[in-house]
């Protein structure tokens, strides 16, 4: 796969390229998509949050993924630490995975209405009129069942670290959108995806660019089983 050269800011035409949604996807289940973006020696945030990496091109695609998305599929901790605001009535569906009903880190979120909190079915019910979607019927979200609730649709998981590491490990990301920030950050920030071993075996690299400001970006897709 060539690797464009842009040497210029991200054009509009080479991130609708980057983010094109596939004909040939899956309708009988979720076809999903994992955006994350890391620095050059691996770390996933800044200050506590994975904002301070980027730049106007990751923003670009990071919105262009969003207006072709049906949803998007991201951990409490990540809206809590990011202060996710409400999806545009026009926007994709946005889900919250959680492990307990507490709204209060984001209530503004939650008291939009714009955003359905995602809870297996032993836990309670969260305050108000805050939708809720329940999967699972252990401690933790069965990722599975939510996916497959999500079925003929295209989903975006934007993280964290640990949904994305459970959603991998499981086999069910698509698709995985890497923005590398010509950032070194040492420090105690972690890796982009973490938990579970995933199948290591080699993805195929679908498209990539590089910006004016040195930051590259690949979209990587999952071989069929069975493929060389």
Do not use: K
């Not at 998305?69 to 569906?93: F, H, N, R």
């Amino acid at each position: 796969m060539r690797i464009l050269d842009e040497g210029g800011p991200a054009s509009d035409d080479v991130v609708l390229q980057h983010v094109a949604v596939p004909d040939d996807r899956p309708r009988d289940r979720a076809f999903t998509r994992l955006n994350m973006i890391s620095s050059a020696d691996g770390g996933s945030t800044v200050a506590g949050v994975s904002g301070g990496l980027g730049n106007r091109g990751d923003h670009a695609v990071f919105g262009a993924l969003r207006a072709v998305a049906d949803a998007v599929v991201v951990g409490m901790s990540t809206v809590v630490a990011e202060q996710y605001g409400p999806t545009p009535e026009t926007g994709p569906d946005l889900y919250v995975v959680s492990g307990t009903p507490d709204i209060t880190g984001d209530r503004r979120l939650f008291e939009s209405g714009r955003a359905t909190i995602v809870l297996p079915h032993g836990a309670d019910a969260p305050p108000g009129d805050v939708p809720v979607l329940r999967a699972g019927h252990g401690p933790y979200v069965d990722l599975a069942a939510l996916m497959g609730a999500l079925a003929g649709r295209v989903v975006l998981c934007e993280g964290g670290p640990s949904l994305a590491g459970a959603m991998v490990s499981e086999g069910l990301i698509d698709e995985f959108f890497l923005t590398l920030a010509p950032r070194v950050v040492a420090g105690g920030s972690g890796r982009v995806v973490h938990g579970n071993n995933a199948d290591p075996a080699p993805w195929e690299l679908h498209h990539g660019f590089v910006d004016d400001e040195g930051f590259l970006f690949l979209r990587y897709c999952r071989r069929a089983a069975g493929t060389a």
